[in-house]
Nanobody, 124 residues
Framework: QVQLTESGGGLVQAGGSLRLSCAASGRTFSNCRAGWFRQAPGKERELVAGTDWSGRITTYADSVKGRFTISTHNAQTTVYLQMNSLKPEDTAVYYC?????????????????WGQGTQVTVSS
């Protein structure tokens, strides 16, 4: 049974940094891709960043480019989201997701497994 467990959320002032972690277990992930999504109150869930498990292919939402970095650690089967220069509009529940093959060309749909979410709150 696949499990994804996020950690690292919290309260931070604008301009600060947080690193989210997603511990994955229950299958082989080397052929999967991973994504970090977020959902703010009253808004739709959106893809923040995605990566293949090797880390060679990544994608980012325009709103976080240059500030957030997604990465994976194969040996530990962990996906990270380093968030720098945080803004109040980054406040949301952040979810880790994994998409197993075959997967399509779009990065924001089709994920098979989801974590429970971790709250990130950025104060102004």
């Amino acid at each position: 049974q696949v499990q994804l467990t996020e950690s690292g959320g919290g309260l931070v002032q604008a301009g600060g940094s947080l690193r989210l972690s997603c511990a994955a277990s229950g299958r082989t992930f080397s052929n999967c891709r991973a994504g970090w999504f977020r959902q703010a109150p009253g808004k739709e869930r959106e893809l923040v960043a995605g990566t293949d498990w090797s880390g060679r292919i990544t994608t980012y939402a325009d709103s976080v480019k240059g500030r957030f970095t997604i990465s994976t650690h194969n040996a530990q089967t962990t996906v990270y989201l380093q968030m720098n220069s945080l803004k109040p509009e980054d406040t949301a529940v952040y979810y880790c997701a994994v998409d197993s093959p075959p997967y399509g060309s779009k990065w924001d749909i089709g994920y098979d497994y989801w974590g429970q979410g971790t709250q990130v709150t950025v104060s102004s």
